[in-house]
């Protein structure tokens, strides 16, 4: 079974510009989760869809971020415009049950210049 | 505000030792996970111990809870280079609120 994947791997960017990235979750997995982990800090939660809607997006730090999932398979989050605050990994998670073991993907580092 | 807190912030023992790290948190919890991280990779689930259950098992792993202090430990017993990774505690507060994650201890393993 393929387990969670990200894409990219790694985003080097201009501040202003935008970038999407991309999560692909386990194969029926309903719930979808995205955090972030600033260096130095810890891992935060931003937000997590229960097939394409939106159950909770209180960790969304601003409407600059737009997180989509349209069909409720893989979800996008896009950033837009990039700030140099936003730099740090994006995970991915995603799981069977709700608030049970959630399975990640390697993240995509983000750069912003 | 954080909800975990992992102690120490970085260890260091030889292969063969046991690793003990340290969890606290704030608020009422429904349960609590501890997850790996290789470096460059993502983080790996490792034991999840329900707000009710005192202590779990999982191979070289020993997980315990106190709600009443609001700490949990993550032993690994007989460590091997391999354990070398950042070890994470999450909590799942009381209601539907999400996985709030602590800073990590970054254990090495030195053969």
């Not at chain 2, 429904?30 to 191979?59: A, C, P, T």
Request: glycine share 8%; proline share 4%; charged share 20%.
């Amino acid at each position: 079974e393929a387990g969670v994947t990200q894409f990219p791997s790694h985003s080097v960017i201009e501040k202003g510009q935008t970038v999407t990235l991309r999560c692909d979750p386990i194969s029926g997995h309903d719930n979808l989760y995205w955090y972030r982990r600033v260096m130095g800090k810890e891992i935060k939660f931003l937000l997590h869809f229960v097939k394409e809607s939106k159950q909770d997006e209180s960790g969304m730090p601003n409407n600059r971020f737009l997180a989509e999932r349209t069909g409720g398979t893989y979800s996008t989050l896009k950033v837009q415009p990039a700030e140099l605050e936003d730099s740090g990994v994006y995970f991915c998670a995603s799981s069977q049950v709700w608030h049970n073991e959630q399975f990640f993907g390697p993240g995509t580092r983000l750069t912003v210049l | 505000s954080q909800q975990g807190e992992e102690d120490p912030q970085a260890l260091s023992i030889q292969e063969g030792e046991n690793a003990t790290m340290n969890c606290s948190y704030k608020t009422s919890i429904n349960n609590l996970q501890w997850y790996r991280q290789n470096s460059g990779r993502g983080l790996v689930h490792l034991i999840l111990i329900r707000s009710n259950e005192r202590e779990k098992h999982s191979g070289r792993l020993r997980v315990t809870l106190d709600t009443s202090k609001k700490s949990s430990s993550l032993l690994i017993t007989a460590s091997r280079a391999a354990d070398t990774a950042s070890y994470f505690c999450a909590t799942v507060p009381s209601g539907n609120t999400p996985l709030v994650f602590g800073k990590g201890t970054r254990l090495s393993v030195i053969a």
